[in-house]
């Protein structure tokens, strides 16, 4: 068909959801019109600090399949470079665009002010934007009272099928991918990152629920097990190769089969799902802070931390480089860097490295995280950091000792001699603390660093500085009132694990270590 400006074209403008299942905005407007099948690949938006070339590959592996899964219903995907509002501009004035559809983002704030500028655009020409959730994020929340329910019964609704059939647009042209270095995005090797596309997201989601999720809730934890044994669908529900709803009822349609099993063929899975159903939760649990309060990507959610930590652009360096000098912090610092991923538990021991025993502010440490993160989401990421710095106010300060998790989580060393080959000689008896081996200088010959700090002291110093910050007077009633607003009314996590983690949080309290509520893995 060719178009012609009789206004009655539908854009879908595919930002973060790159599939055809359960894409509600997708049916809606095929049910309308001819349909233009957009995405818009922003130079401006990848020069932001918080983004990075692996991000980009996992985008345009996952654009190429979306691309062609589009093609096979009739319609190729529209890919324009540029400027959203010049690019929206264009097609309006070739083309007339009825509606634009869309859902909803809830990204950075360089997203977040681009969005402002075509919902203005799209007012002064008439333009009807329908934006549309996809997660259980809820805009314009008044309070968190039932938040939990409403969740729940979003992801239990159907999906959205995708159209059988597209109207072939023959006179506008599919336009070419750019490669990375078009749009100006710096070279970032990530040689393990896991693959974009959603044949590769369903394979991920798949190959967990029924071959290698059954220990889940004990390999999570440590790098050694987490690779095989957590998901690694984040990146995908990052980029909405795969929905959220569609890996919340694949997830319990395998709860319905397991239960269907008699009790001594069930193993540990029952456990495994149930854990990673409450995972589910929390995504959108962290991701509906900065919907309610997007200045949480700049400013601590309490302000008495405002100002508190210092910068140290060479102590940022040393950390994001794996050269800190403690094994294990190295070690999962450059395992992070080659994959694009790590697990939940040494994602927040880097950073609480960072934010205590090197004191650095959250922000200077989470723009460097973010872009080795190809799972980026801002939401989840923004939250995270201020949690693991203790700067919401909501949650107690955890402070992990890097040497002792090291000790817990990567006995015999095998994970630091793996990313850390430097160590490779080092005895077995000093792989956690190579400095406190006789021979460490004339074998080591300087090609491993000494420990940034004494970590000992720099936990103990943290220490002191964070709890003096919540005994200031006036404390208290912010952070009551962040709890009111931002707190979960009910954490998702299943009732065997809270009660779990309320133990361990006693014993660990006993021992003069604090946790904090939410980040139990
Ligand atoms: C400092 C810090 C920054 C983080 N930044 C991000 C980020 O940018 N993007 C991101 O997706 N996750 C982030 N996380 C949360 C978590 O580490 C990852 O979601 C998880 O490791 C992804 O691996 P997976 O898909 O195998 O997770 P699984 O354990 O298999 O869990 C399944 C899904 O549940 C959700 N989930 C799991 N744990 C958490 C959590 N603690 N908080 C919120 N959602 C969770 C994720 O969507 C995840 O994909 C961050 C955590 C920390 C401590």
């Known amino acids: 068909m060719t178009i012609t400006n009789a206004k009655s074209l539908q854009v879908v403008w595919f930002k973060r959801d790159l599939r055809l299942h359960d894409h509600e905005p997708l049916t809606r407007a095929a049910a309308r019109g001819p349909t233009l099948p957009l995405h818009i690949v922003e130079p401006d938006l990848w020069q932001q600090p918080d983004m990075s070339g692996r991000q980009f590959a996992f985008l345009r592996e996952s654009l190429m399949d979306l691309r062609e899964q589009l093609g096979r219903i009739g319609q190729p995907l529209i890919i324009r470079a540029g400027d959203a509002l010049t690019c929206l501009d ?19 704030g360089w997203t977040f002010e681009r969005d402002l500028a075509v919902l203005d655009w799209c007012r002064q020409q008439g333009i009807a934007w329908q934006e549309i959730p996809q997660f259980g994020v809820i805009r314009r929340l008044k309070n968190r009272r039932g938040w939990a329910g409403r969740w729940d019964r979003f992801m239990a609704r159907p999906a959205a099928t995708a159209p059988i059939g597209l109207t072939p647009l023959s006179k506008v042209e599919p336009g070419p991918m750019p490669e990375a270095h078009e749009i100006g995005i710096a070279s970032d090797p990530c040689p393990e990152r896991f693959r974009g596309g959603r044949t590769a ?38 980029f909405g190769t795969v929905s959220m ?111 205590y025993h090197l004191w650095l502010p959250w922000r200077s440490t989470g723009e460097p995280l973010a872009r080795m993160f190809t799972d980026y989401e801002p939401g989840i990421h923004w ?33 630091i001699r793996r990313w850390v080959p430097e160590l490779q000689v080092v005895p077995e008896a000093y792989i956690h603390e190579p400095r406190l081996w006789p021979e460490a200088e004339s074998a080591l010959k300087g ?5 940034i700090v004494e970590e000992r002291v720099a936990r103990k110093l943290a220490q002191e500085k964070i709890w003096g910050v919540r005994r200031e007077p006036g404390y208290r009633e912010i952070a009551d009132a962040i709890q009111m607003k931002h707190g979960s009314r009910k954490s998702g996590i299943p009732q065997h694990e809270r009660k779990a983690d309320t133990a361990r949080r006693k014993q660990q309290a006993g021992q003069g270590i604090q946790l904090s509520l939410l980040a139990s893995d």
């Open 245 to 355: 709803r569609e890996t919340f009822q694949a997830a319990r349609r395998r709860q319905a089969e397991l239960h269907e099993l008699p009790g001594d063929k069930r193993g540990k899975w029952p456990g495994a799902i149930r854990s990673f159903l409450a995972r589910l939760h929390w995504h959108c649990h962290f991701m509906q802070k900065l919907e309610d309060e997007p200045e949480i990507e700049f400013r601590c959610f309490h302000p008495a931390y405002e100002g508190l930590r210092e910068e140290n652009a060479e102590a940022v360096e040393r950390w994001a480089t794996g050269q800190t000098g403690l094994p294990f912090v190295d070690a999962c610092m450059r395992a992070l860097n080659a994959h694009g991923w790590i697990n939940f538990r040494m994602r927040a021991m880097l950073v609480s490295f960072a934010s």
């Open 447 to 451: 090609r491993y660093p000494q420990p």
């Open 90 to 108: 264009e097609i309006h004035r070739i083309h007339g665009i009825e509606t634009l559809w869309s859902h909803e983002e809830t990204g950075n």
């Open 201 to 238: 997201g369903l394979d991920e989601l798949g190959s967990f629920l029924r071959d290698r999720g059954e220990p889940y809730q004990k390999a999570m934890s440590g790098p050694l097990t987490a690779f095989d044994g957590c998901s690694r669908i984040s990146a995908h529900l990052t």
């Open 383 to 415: 939250s995270q950091m201020q949690m693991q710095s203790a700067t919401t106010g909501i949650n107690l300060p955890r402070i992990y000792n890097p040497i002792k998790q090291g000790r817990d989580f990567d006995k015999d060393g095998a994970f």
